[in-house]
C-alpha cells in the first residue's frame, strides 16, 4: 500500500474539513469517554481485548487482519456505554405505563436488567422475583404450547445461537429465526441457489487493489464505518470506487478518515462513479448492464463455459428485455447502464458488494441473482481481488443462520428436511421436527390470529424493527406468555399482553466465561475473551438460559441439552455439527481465529454445488408500481445502529429524525422550500415529516427508520426469504396542521 500523498484523492484543502458537512469523530471519542464514567478501565479492557460486537467488520482489539492500522469506529463507540453501564433500580419498571412514555433512549439509560422480573396479567408493573421461579413458571408455559423463539443479531456469539436453536428444537419446533431474516435472507437464498454458499466469496484484503468495487444498495461510511479505511487505501492502490443508490449518499461522496493522518486532514474522495437508480429499479440496471456486456461481446466466455450453467437462457432473456422496459423501471439510461459495462467489461478484478437496499424488497431474492449474474459473465469469483460480498451490518449475524437459529435451516445452512433432521436426531438423541418453523415475520401473523401462545425474544424490538408498529403491538398483546432475554428494557417489554411477561437478564459477550465466538462478513470466525470487569446482578449467559428452559420444560433430556462445560463444550459441538467451522473448538485466546474456506470461497471456478457450477438465473424485471403523481419512498438508517439511535441529527446530511429526503427537482416542482411539513400516505399509514432536499432520484424519497416503519405494508414480503419489504407507494401533500 502507497504511504505517498496523493491530493487527487483528497476531499477538501480544508485542515481536517473544517466548515464541512461531516461527524465529528474526534467529538464521538469525547462523547464515548463522558459516557462510561465510572468504567473507563473496563470500557478500555473492552476496546483492546473484545471482538468488536459493533457491524461484522470483526475487529479483534482495535486491529483486524486486513491491515496493520488502528481500527475504531463510531458504532463500537456508542456501544461502549451499554456494555459498561451498571444496574437500574428495578422500581423504575414498578409502573409499565409510566415506563412506557419514555423514550427508547431512555429506557437503555435506566441501566442493566439486574434480576429476573414478573408483571403477571392485571398488574401495574414488574416485580423481581428469583431464577428458580421464573424458569420454573416459563418451563410450564412453555410445555404443550404454540410457540416461537426470536434473537436478535445484536453481539450474539455463536454460542448462544447454537444453544439456542438447539433448545428450541428440543422442545418439538423448527420456530426458531434470527435478524437475518430481516436483513440478508434473500442473499442466503440467492446465493445457495446460484453458487452454493451463502456467505461472501472472498476477503476485505481483496478491495484493496481491485480494479473496481461496485457498491449497490449499501452504504458502509454509516453502516461499517471501519470498512471506509479499506477504502481509502484501495483508492491509493488505484481501485476505483462504483456506487449504484438512489441516494448519493454524502459520507460514500467523501469520508474524514479520522485514524490516518492524510485523509483526516484533507479526506478522501470515496466514489468514482456514481449510477442513480429507482427504489425497487435495480433490476432494470443491471439488467441493462448485462444486456450491453452479452451485446458488446464482453463477457468472459472462458469462465462462463468451463465453469457455469444457464447462461444461453440468461442471454435468451435479457434480449427480450426492451431498452425501453429496463430504463422505466431503473430510472436510468440505456447510456448509463453502457458506462457500467464497459467498466466492468475493462476491468481484470472486482468486487461487488450490497446490503439491505438489495434484500429488503419483495423481490429481493431476484436483486441477489441479477448481482450474481453480472458476477459470473465477468469470472468475478474465486480469484484475487474478486467476489460476492453481502456486507453485514451486525457481528452476530452471519453466524446466526450457520449456527441453525433459523426457520428455515438447521446447523451448517441445511435446508429443513427428513433426512437433515434424522442426521441431528440421532447427533443429538432426540426428536429433531423435520418441517420448516414459523420465521420472524409469521411468528408475528400467528400471534395476531391468535396461534401462537408463547413468545421467546431474545433482545430485539418487533415494535420497532417490523412494519406497522400498531400491528406489532396487537400481535403481542394477544401472547398468553411473553419471555424477553435482553440486557436492558426495551418498549417491546412493555406492551400489553394476555397474559404473562417474564424479564430474564442477559450478559454481555465480555461477560461470559470462557468466551464466546463470532462469524465476520467474511467467514472469520474470531475468539472473544471474558474481559474482566465489573458484573451487573444476577445476569446470565444467553446459553444457559435457553438451555435451562429446554431443560426444565422437558427433563428427559436434561442432560442432552445442558453444557456443564460452558462455551467450550457448545464450540466442541459446534465443530461436530457444522464441518466447515473445523477449527472453532480450538479457539480460545484473544486473537485466536480461522477462516472458514480460506481466502476465497469457489476457488479457481469450482462451486459447491452438486455439478460444480455456478447458476446464471433468468432474473425477471419486476412490475411498475407506481401511479402517476405518487413517490417510491425507502427507509434509511441515520446516526443510530440498528434501532438504537444515537442522535437525532445525521452528520453526513444534516437530516432530522423526521426528515422527507427529496430530490431537488421534485421538491421544486412541488414548490416545497426545505422545513416544509409534509404527509406522506401510503396503503399501510401516513408520516409526517418535513422537506429536506437531498441527491436522490427524481420520484424516490427517503425517510428514517424506524420512524418510518408505519408506511410499510405488513403483508408485503419475498417469497422464498420472507423478508419485509421496507418500500412503499406513497402520495405526498402538504400537512394541513
Request: proline residues 6%; glycine residues 10%.
Amino acid at each position: 500500500m502507497s504511504k505517498r500523498l496523493d491530493p487527487r484523492n483528497w476531499a477538501s484543502w480544508k485542515p481536517f474539513g473544517i466548515g464541512e458537512r461531516k461527524p465529528n469523530n474526534y467529538l464521538e471519542l469525547w462523547k464515548a469517554f463522558r459516557s462510561v464514567k465510572g468504567n473507563r478501565r473496563y470500557a478500555w479492557r473492552i476496546l483492546n481485548q473484545g471482538t468488536c460486537d459493533g457491524c461484522a467488520l470483526g475487529t479483534r482489539g482495535m486491529r483486524d487482519w486486513t491491515m496493520d492500522e488502528i481500527h475504531l469506529c463510531n458504532i463500537r463507540l456508542r456501544l461502549l456505554k451499554l456494555n459498561t453501564m451498571p444496574a437500574m433500580d428495578p422500581a423504575a419498571l414498578a409502573d409499565a405505563a409510566a415506563a412506557a412514555r419514555l423514550t427508547s433512549a431512555q429506557l437503555r439509560d435506566l441501566g442493566r436488567l439486574p434480576y429476573p422480573m414478573l408483571r403477571r396479567r392485571g398488574e401495574p408493573g414488574f416485580t423481581r422475583i428469583g431464577w428458580d421461579e421464573a424458569l420454573d413458571l416459563a418451563a410450564e408455559r412453555l410445555r404443550g404450547a404454540r410457540f416461537g423463539a426470536y434473537l436478535t443479531s445484536r453481539g450474539v456469539p455463536n454460542e448462544n445461537y447454537f444453544a439456542a436453536q438447539k433448545s428450541v428444537r428440543a422442545l418439538g419446533t423448527n420456530s426458531v429465526d434470527n435478524a437475518a431474516r430481516i436483513c440478508h435472507s434473500p442473499s442466503t437464498v440467492a446465493l445457495k441457489q446460484t453458487i452454493g454458499a451463502a456467505a461472501t466469496t472472498c476477503s476485505y484484503t481483496d478491495w484493496i487493489g481491485a480494479d473496481l468495487i461496485v457498491f449497490i444498495g449499501s452504504n458502509p461510511s454509516n453502516n461499517q464505518p471501519v470498512a471506509m479505511k479499506y477504502l481509502y487505501h484501495a483508492k491509493k492502490a488505484g481501485t476505483r470506487i462504483v456506487m449504484l443508490n438512489a441516494y448519493r449518499e454524502p459520507g460514500m461522496d467523501r469520508y474524514w478518515v479520522p485514524s490516518n493522518a492524510e485523509s483526516a486532514l484533507f479526506g478522501t474522495k470515496i466514489t468514482d462513479h456514481f449510477f442513480p437508480v429507482n427504489i425497487g429499479g435495480d433490476i432494470g440496471f443491471l439488467n441493462g448492464v448485462l444486456k450491453h456486456l452479452i451485446e458488446r461481446d464482453l463477457v468472459d466466455k472462458e469462465f462462463v463455459d468451463r465453469h457455469t450453467a444457464g447462461f444461453d437462457e440468461v442471454r435468451t432473456a435479457v434480449a427480450a428485455q426492451s431498452w425501453e422496459e429496463l430504463e422505466a423501471l431503473s430510472g436510468s439510461t440505456r447510456e448509463q447502464m453502457a458506462e457500467l459495462a464497459e467498466m466492468l467489461g475493462a476491468a481484470r478484478s472486482a468486487v461487488l458488494v450490497w446490503s439491505m437496499g438489495i434484500t429488503q424488497h419483495t423481490y429481493g431474492e431476484r436483486n441477489v441473482r441479477a448481482i450474481v449474474n453480472l458476477a459470473l459473465a465477468r469470472g468475478f469469483v474465486g480469484r484475487d481481488n474478486c467476489g460476492l460480498m453481502p456486507i453485514r451490518g451486525h457481528s452476530g449475524v452471519q453466524g446466526g443462520a450457520e449456527m441453525g437459529a433459523y426457520a428455515t435451516g438447521l446447523p451448517g445452512g441445511l435446508p429443513v428436511t427428513t433426512a437433515n433432521a434424522a442426521r441431528f436426531s440421532r447427533a443429538w438423541g432426540f426428536e429433531v421436527p423435520d418441517t420448516p418453523g414459523l420465521t420472524a415475520t409469521d411468528m408475528i401473523d400467528a400471534a395476531h390470529a391468535g396461534e401462537l401462545d408463547v413468545l421467546i425474544s431474545s433482545g430485539g424490538n418487533f415494535l420497532e424493527v417490523l412494519p406497522d408498529p400498531g400491528y406489532c403491538r396487537e400481535a403481542l398483546a394477544r401472547l398468553k406468555t411473553r419471555i424477553h432475554i435482553d440486557i436492558v428494557p426495551s418498549s417491546q417489554m412493555l406492551a400489553d399482553c394476555d397474559g404473562d411477561v417474564l424479564l430474564l437478564p442477559a450478559q454481555t459477550r465480555y461477560e461470559m466465561e470462557g468466551g464466546v465466538t463470532e462469524t465476520s462478513t467474511e467467514r472469520r470466525i474470531i475468539f472473544s475473551p471474558e474481559v474482566k470487569g465489573p458484573r451487573v446482578g444476577e445476569a446470565w449467559p444467553e446459553w444457559k438460559i435457553f438451555t435451562e428452559l429446554a431443560a426444565r420444560t422437558r427433563p428427559e433430556l436434561s442432560d442432552m441439552i445442558r453444557y456443564p462445560g460452558g462455551t467450550a463444550q457448545i464450540r466442541r459441538e459446534i465443530e461436530e455439527a457444522v464441518p466447515f467451522y473445523q477449527g472453532i473448538a480450538a479457539l480460545k485466546e484473544f486473537g485466536d481465529n480461522v477462516q472458514y474456506g480460506g481466502r476465497h470461497l469457489c476457488q479457481d471456478g469450482r462451486f459447491p454445488t452438486p455439478d460444480g457450477l455456478g447458476r446464471f438465473t433468468v432474473v425477471d424485471p419486476p412490475a411498475l408500481e407506481r401511479p402517476d403523481g405518487s413517490f417510491m419512498v425507502a427507509t434509511r438508517r441515520g446516526k443510530q445502529f440498528n434501532s438504537m439511535i444515537h442522535e437525532r441529527r445525521d452528520g453526513f446530511n444534516g437530516a432530522t429524525r423526521d426528515a422527507v429526503l427529496m430530490s431537488p427537482y421534485d421538491a421544486d416542482r412541488l414548490g416545497l422550500p426545505d422545513g416544509t411539513e409534509v404527509e406522506l400516505s401510503g396503503a399501510a399509514g401516513r408520516f409526517t415529516g418535513r422537506v429536506l432536499r437531498a441527491p436522490l432520484t427524481p420520484g424516490n424519497l427517503q425517510i428514517h427508520w424506524p420512524e418510518g416503519n408505519v408506511l410499510l405494508d405488513v403483508t408485503r414480503r419475498s417469497p422464498a426469504a420472507r423478508i419485509p419489504d421496507y418500500n412503499a407507494v406513497v402520495t405526498l401533500k402538504r400537512s394541513s396542521s
